[in-house]
Nanobody, 123 residues
């Protein structure tokens, strides 16, 4: 089992950057694929990015490709989401999630979730 805690959210102007972190408990972090999802007010939760257990494969939603980068440090039990060129439409609560097996873009495939961190991008 793994517990996840996100941090790094905040208020930023359009065009700015933020880096989200997701710290995982447990000694088996390296066996989990990790994903980032987000949910804006009144909208369904959507996929943002995912990374395989060893960082060798990464996946992105089209809306963030070229602006966001997912990475992980298995020695620190942490996954990151570097967000550049932020837009007002990136405003949402961002969640990290973990699953055994390969990285996926469907939230239903993830069994472990953090509590979320708010990202607000002002225009």
């Amino acid at each position: 089992q793994v517990q996840l805690v996100e941090s790094g959210g905040g208020l930023v102007q359009a065009g700015g950057s933020l880096r989200l972190s997701c710290a995982a408990s447990g000694r088996t972090f390296s066996s989990y694929a990790m994903g980032w999802f987000r949910q804006a007010p009144g909208k369904e939760r959507e996929f943002v990015a995912a990374i395989s257990w060893n960082g060798g494969s990464t996946y992105y939603a089209d809306s963030v490709k070229g602006r966001f980068t997912i990475s992980r440090d298995n020695a620190k039990n942490t996954v990151y989401l570097q967000m550049n060129s932020l837009k007002p439409e990136d405003t949402a609560v961002y969640y990290c999630a973990a699953r055994r097996g390969g990285a996926r873009d469907y939230d239903g495939d993830y069994g472990y979730w953090g509590q979320g961190t708010q990202v607000t991008v002002s225009s």
